[in-house]
């Protein structure tokens, strides 16, 4: 995939959206576990603090004690993380840190002078002894002792050190890794799943288009889902207007090919009322004149025909078949009969090609070498992943300077004999217009080896 892939782009972007989600889902998980957890630790705490609450008694003589103290071991290890802690606010006593645990050792907590209803419950985050963060939460009682100026008030307070609370949630964030781990490889095969069914229909369009524009097949399916329908509608009018174009091309061609059918005739009956006259010399010149002008037109309406684009569908032809059929044209000619042609092939081999163009194709070929060659030509067919057919001659040959300058529209090297040097250059148009190759070398005998490749027809 490319940078300007379709697919690299929606890849990336799911790719950015699911790390996206996966960060914002991993830091809510964390905050919501940390909230759950600071709340069961302060319904504990609110559990101490009633404890607490139950167990403050005021002595007669005045005095205040805790009895029984709270019985967690971590109360009576100095700086555990877990304190408690009894102030005495009544008017005028001064009594912070009256009582206190003993993991609280020499410090007092520094309670914020916040007023306290009866009964209620505060909650606070307060600095604590050895730079601890303490999760604090205290609440106020009234004592009274036999006069009523021995009633007292008192605010109780318990803390835990938050470390633990951390602690918690850093655990609960590392064992969630693999599963947000899991979870990514999840998204991450679905998103190449969606991507791949997203973009199915934009392979097959294509593929539709591939078979109109090779020939296998007429029209564009008709099943694509509704945001490929415009697109495939635009391309059936794309191929419908291209289809009205050639069409007209093929008409205007053929239109002019007859237009030419009537000076040629009569071209060709003045050439013979001429020879009537006594004028043979001007009356050959004229006839051939009207059959090179001929050839010309014949040969460019096959280029117009193949440049067009318009192969038959599922196009076969047997190329042994054209092979002796064109040989029994050639050996009636005077180049054909003095021959010695040598035929190697199996019985069939077809071809992908029009059966027009293949023998346009090969009598091109097969009449080069009619012309050139001396005393023999070999022909050698053979079938297998593509058909490939050997033109062997004995002729003069070709300097190899000049083979890949063999088919060129127009070119004679030799101008000893007639030609118009469009035979090579309409056979390598017909070969490259069914995606086949066509090469020239020099033959062992000297002459010019022609190497024809042909795509295989499928078998039915």
């Not at 190329?319 to 040989?327: K, W």
Request: glycine share 8%.
């Amino acid at each position: 995939m490319t940078r300007n892939s379709l697919r690299a782009r929606l890849a990336f972007a799911a790719l950015l959206s699911i790390a996206l989600a996966l960060v914002v889902a991993s830091v809510s998980l964390v905050a919501l576990f940390e909230r759950h957890a600071e709340r069961r630790i302060g319904a504990e705490l609110v559990s101490r603090l009633n404890h607490l609450a139950a167990a403050v008694q005021i002595a007669p003589d005045g005095t205040t004690s805790v009895e029984p103290p709270p019985q967690d071991p971590r109360f009576d290890t100095p700086l555990s993380g877990l304190y408690w802690q009894v102030d005495d606010i009544t008017a005028g006593t001064g009594g912070v840190g009256l009582l206190r645990s003993r993991s609280l050792w020499d410090t007092a907590l520094a309670l914020p002078p916040d007023p306290l209803p009866a009964g209620a419950v505060h909650a606070h985050r307060l600095p604590g002894p050895g730079k601890q963060r303490l999760l604090v939460r205290e609440r106020s009682i009234r004592l009274g002792g036999a006069a009523d100026s021995d009633t007292r008030t008192l605010r109780l307070a318990v803390a835990q050190d938050q470390a633990e609370l951390i602690a918690a949630r850093n655990a609960f964030a590392t064992d969630m890794l693999p599963y947000l781990g899991v979870i990514a490889l999840v998204l991450g095969l679905a998103t190449w799943v969606q991507i791949r069914a997203g973009l199915a229909p934009l392979e097959r369009l294509r593929r539709a288009v591939y078979a109109v524009r090779a020939g296998r097949a007429e029209r564009l399916p008709e099943h694509y889902p509704d945001e490929v329908l415009p697109l495939v509608a635009e391309v059936k009018a794309l191929l419908a207007a291209r289809e009205e174009a050639i069409a007209q091309a093929r008409s205007w061609t053929a239109d002019l090919a007859h237009g030419l059918k009537t000076p040629l005739s009569a071209l060709a009956a003045d050439a013979e009322r001429l020879r009537r006259e006594g004028n043979p010399a001007l009356a050959h010149d004229l006839e051939q004149l009207a059959e090179h002008m001929r050839r010309h037109v014949d040969r460019e309406l096959i280029r117009a025909r193949v440049r067009s684009g318009t192969r038959t569908r599922q196009a076969r032809a047997d190329v042994v078949d054209a092979v002796h059929r064109l040989l029994g044209t050639l050996c009636r000619t005077p180049d054909g009969a003095r021959l010695d042609w040598r035929v190697t092939a199996p019985e069939t081999a077809i071809a992908a090609l029009a059966a027009d163009d293949l023998l346009e194709l090969l009598g091109n070929l097969l009449e080069n070498a009619a012309k050139w060659a001396r005393e023999r030509v070999e022909i050698r067919v053979s079938a297998g992943d593509d058909i490939a057919v050997d033109i062997a001659d004995d002729g003069p040959g070709v300097v190899s300077e000049q083979l890949h300058r063999l088919g060129e529209r127009g070119l004679r090297l030799d101008e000893r004999k007639a030609g118009s040097g469009l035979g090579l250059a309409i056979a390598r148009d017909v070969v490259e217009a069914y995606g086949g190759a066509l090469d020239f070398d020099r033959a062992a005998a000297g002459g010019l080896a022609v190497r024809l490749r042909l795509p295989a027809a499928p078998a039915r």
